[in-house]
Nanobody, 125 residues
Framework: QVQLVESGGGLVQAGGSLRLSCAAS????????MAWFRQAPGKEREFVAA????????NYADSVKGRFTISRDNAKNTVNLQMNSLKPEDTAAYYC??????????????????WGQGTQVTVSS
């Protein structure tokens, strides 16, 4: 069992920045593809970003490309999401996710092995 704990959410004005962090309680962190998903009220959970096991390969949803950056530190068992130029439509609960079998190119909610509890991001206009 892997526990994922997110932090860093909050309220920010449009155009601002936030940095989300996720800490994983596992000795096999480097064997997981790590990802961030988000879910707005009344909407399905959607993919935001993913990073490969070693970290060099990333993938982003079109809606966040050029604004969000995912990174990981396998020595510290952490994955981060730097969010810049935030928009009101980025408002959602953000979830850290771990996938053991696939790659970063196509990640669906059904592919995820472990989820964090979520952290709320609210962007005011």
């Amino acid at each position: 069992q892997v526990q994922l704990v997110e932090s860093g959410g909050g309220l920010v004005q449009a155009g601002g920045s936030l940095r989300l962090s996720c800490a994983a309680s596992t000795r096999t962190f480097s064997t997981f593809v790590m990802a961030w998903f988000r879910q707005a009220p009344g909407k399905e959970r959607e993919f935001v970003a993913a990073i490969s096991r070693g970290g060099p390969t990333t993938n982003y949803a079109d809606s966040v490309k050029g604004r969000f950056t995912i990174s990981r530190d396998n020595a510290k068992n952490t994955v981060n999401l730097q969010m810049n130029s935030l928009k009101p439509e980025d408002t959602a609960a953000y979830y850290c996710a771990a996938e053991s079998h696939g790659g970063v190119s196509t990640i669906r909610t059904s592919d995820i092995d472990f989820w964090g509890q979520g952290t709320q991001v609210t962007v005011s206009s």
